[in-house]
T-cell receptor, first 113, second 110 residues
Framework: ETGVTQTPRHLVMGMTNKKSLKCEQH?????MYWYKQSAKKPLELMFV???????ENNSVPSRFSPECPNSSHLFLHLHTLQPEDSALYLC????????????FGNGTRLTVT | GIQVEQSPPDLILQEGANSTLRCNFS?????LQWFHQNPWGQLINLFY???GTKQNGRLSATTVATERYSLLYISSSQTTDSGVYFC????????????FGKGTKLTVNP
């Protein structure tokens, strides 16, 4: 079982819906990340939180809103998404140091209709 | 920013064969990681290898930091090795973020 748990595994939502993705890590890490993986594209870093503080917002549209209440939990709130936002959304965690391995969750497969 | 190139983009093997995957990067790095993404989307960290050689079972990796490349070796491949292999490096020295290559898609046939 992975030390990083994401829910739900699959999500289908309309463009007017509001939904949230959840990520929880059980590894005692200090940094958490959201990555987006679209078909035929490299993984794109969206957000980074280190000790609950957002340290990176990689020019992500405001319809994606992250929340990190503590070092173990990370959310991605979604509203008024577009069909091109359909992708695999991956959460990851690490110790937060430059030389620390990254550990991923299983991802949430999002489809926007 | 740093560029990460992986080759080959696609690789098809028969079970039992050996293979070498390559990752080139355009700047010096202090962190390089190899990942395997299985057909169900799960990304597993295989190696953290900024330099030198590491082995884990049938897999091994070598990074030559001075020449800006890393190699992932898969020996006696199995069908469960199928998936996409990514290498990732930080965009600049000292960052906890990672930039991913486009990956090598490996298919191992029985």
């Amino acid at each position: 079982e992975t030390g990083v748990t994401q829910t739900p595994r699959h999500l289908v939502m309309g463009m007017t819906n509001k939904k949230s993705l959840k990520c929880e890590q059980h590894l005692g890490h200090n940094a958490m990340y959201w990555y987006k993986q679209s078909a035929k594209k490299p993984l794109e870093l969206m957000f980074v939180y280190n000790f609950k503080e957002q340290t990176e917002n990689n020019s992500v549209p405001s319809r994606f809103s992250p929340e990190c209440p503590n070092s173990s939990h990370l959310f991605l709130h979604l509203h008024t998404l577009q069909p091109e936002d359909s992708a695999l959304y991956l959460c990851a965690s690490s110790r937060g140091e430059a030389e620390s391995p990254l550990h991923f969750g299983n991802g949430t497969r999002l489809t926007v209709t | 920013g740093i560029q990460v190139e992986q080759s080959p983009p696609d690789l098809i093997l028969q079970e039992g064969a050996n293979s070498t995957l390559r990752c080139n990067f355009s700047d010096s790095v202090n962190n390089l990681q190899w990942f395997h993404q299985n057909p169900w989307g799960q990304l597993i960290n295989l190696f953290y290898i900024p330099s030198g050689t590491k082995q884990n079972g049938r897999l091994s990796a070598t990074t030559v930091a001075t020449e800006r490349y890393s190699l992932l070796y898969i020996s006696s491949s199995q069908t469960t090795d199928s998936g996409v292999y990514f290498c990732a490096v930080p965009p600049q020295g000292g960052s906890e973020k990672l930039v991913f290559g486009k990956g090598t898609k490996l298919t191992v046939n029985p």
